[in-house]
């Protein structure tokens, strides 16, 4: 059809709008425990059997089935030794041969961040049904965030044991795990994830600009993740209010102060990273320093003035700055971390913690593996003893 002269574009609904379209037309008012079952429809449309939706347990080891509209799941599978496992660790479709068609396994990515898999068989697959499929997919990790504001299905599912009340306040309190954008990258682990007490972390981005804060309240139990929470809200009001990194911290020690006993304090490291330039700036509060990561090799401990933990009334700090290069890498992490021994042993310590983050790093992995993969070693080298919170933060600045 032609209008005034111009070919009046093609506005019918093709084969992928109209597969697209059941997600978006029912998702408006879906219960979150049918999103299973909508997904499995949209699959059947295009040939597909068997959609299974795999969300990441709390602990960081396997992947969860979700429950079909309420029902038995399947067995979760481990990441670190199954096909879901190398589709989430690498952030990219992965398909295996089976005696009746080909599996493949999708990442469900949400800005950057990664809350599982969308696995599902076809009889055969070619470029045409590959494209559909991830952008099912990018629509279901949407959809699943979307409804997890309003469900405890999604929680029950990836809480793999028991979980603590302090810990279950520290994960509603967290953002998303991990962040990849152009620019920057920022990947997070809370250890024991389902007994985290004190330990908590919190980022935003701002235009150019990433605001990164890690605390760790004295402490275990409700009364060090009440802390943290008071801590984290005053880290997040300053934050929203754009005052400067040095009034941050006195305005996370005056909220501390105001609520708890003098004797109790809340450690903090507080930065902000330019993403166009690379500059970054920081206010260390009684935290281990931070590591900077540089060609795959840990280069140097970012050492700065140190103040009083959050709650003593410390002076005004002095804030540090430096410039980052491409590709650097900066640990953040908690003293759980290096602190922790067996009974009669010495403490884990700073060199071995430097050890493994430069084994891990050689095999150039993507931010969030490594965080991962580096929590889950020093656990595992520390003989699975954690008794204190031990956690970190891992950043990279990509130029």
């Known amino acids: 059809m032609t209008v005034g002269g111009r070919a009046d574009p093609d506005r019918s609904e093709s084969f992928g709008e109209e597969l697209l379209g059941v997600l978006l037309d029912g998702a408006h008012e879906l219960p979150p425990h049918l999103v299973g079952p909508l997904v499995a429809e949209t699959m059947a449309r295009v040939g597909g059997r068997e959609a299974q939706i795999l969300l990441q347990d709390y602990g960081q080891q396997q992947l969860v089935?979700?429950?079909?509209?309420?029902?038995?799941?399947?067995?979760?599978?481990?990441i670190d030794r199954s096909e879901a496992g190398r589709c989430f660790l690498e952030s990219r479709p992965v398909e295996v041969p089976t005696p009746d068609g080909i599996r493949i396994h999708l990442p469900l990515l949400d800005g950057g961040d990664q809350v599982g898999v969308l696995a599902v068989t076809l009889d055969g697959v070619d470029d045409d049904t590959r494209r559909l499929l991830c952008r099912i997919a990018g629509l279901t990790a949407d959809l699943l965030q979307t409804k997890n504001g309003y469900t405890d299905l999604f929680f029950r599912t990836r809480r793999g044991e028991p979980m603590s009340v302090a810990a279950e306040i520290q994960w509603s309190l967290l953002p998303p795990l991990s962040m990849v954008m152009p620019h920057v990258a920022v990947a997070g682990v809370l250890e024991p994830a389902y007994a985290v007490a004190g330990d908590s972390f919190d980022y935003a981005l701002n235009g150019d600009v990433l605001h990164l804060a890690m605390v760790d309240a004295m402490g275990h139990g409700l009364d060090a993740a009440t802390m943290a929470t008071v801590a984290i809200?005053?880290?997040?009001?300053?934050?929203?209010?754009?005052?400067?990194?040095?009034?941050?911290?006195?305005?996370?020690?005056?909220?501390?102060?105001?609520?708890?006993?003098?004797?109790?304090?809340?450690?903090?490291?507080?930065?902000?990273?330019?993403?166009?330039?690379?500059?970054?700036?920081?206010?260390?509060?009684?935290?281990?320093?931070?590591?900077?990561?540089?060609?795959?090799?840990?280069?140097?401990?970012?050492?700065?003035?140190?103040?009083?933990?959050?709650?003593?009334?410390?002076?005004?700090?002095?804030?540090?700055?430096?410039?980052?290069?491409?590709?650097?890498?900066?640990?953040?992490?908690?003293?759980?971390?290096?602190?922790?021994?067996?009974?009669?042993?010495?403490?884990?310590?700073?060199?071995?913690?430097?050890?493994?983050?430069?084994?891990?790093?050689?095999?150039?992995?993507?931010?969030?593996?490594?965080?991962?993969?580096?929590?889950?070693?020093?656990?595992?080298?520390?003989?699975?003893?954690?008794?204190?919170?031990?956690?970190?933060?891992?950043?990279?600045?990509?130029?």
């Open 233 to 399: 809200g005053a880290y997040r009001h300053a934050r929203r209010i754009s005052i400067e990194l040095s009034e941050i911290y006195l305005f996370m020690d005056r909220a501390v102060a105001e609520q708890f006993d003098p004797d109790h304090f809340v450690t903090a490291q507080m930065m902000r990273l330019d993403t166009d330039t690379g500059r970054l700036q920081w206010v260390n509060a009684g935290h281990p320093a931070p590591m900077l990561v540089r060609a795959h090799r840990v280069v140097r401990r970012l050492d700065s003035p140190t103040t009083l933990p959050v709650g003593f009334g410390g002076d005004q700090p002095q804030v540090s700055t430096m410039e980052l290069e491409p590709g650097d890498r900066v640990l953040c992490f908690t003293d759980g971390l290096i602190e922790e021994h067996e009974r009669g042993q010495e403490q884990f310590g700073e060199k071995q913690l430097i050890d493994w983050v430069n084994r891990l790093e050689q095999a150039d992995h993507a931010i969030r593996t490594v965080a991962r993969d580096l929590s889950h070693t020093l656990k595992r080298a520390r003989g699975e003893t954690t008794s204190d919170d031990a956690s970190l933060v891992l950043f990279e600045w990509r130029g």
């Open 65 to 78: 089935p979700l429950p079909a509209d309420g029902g038995a799941a399947g067995d979760p599978l481990p």
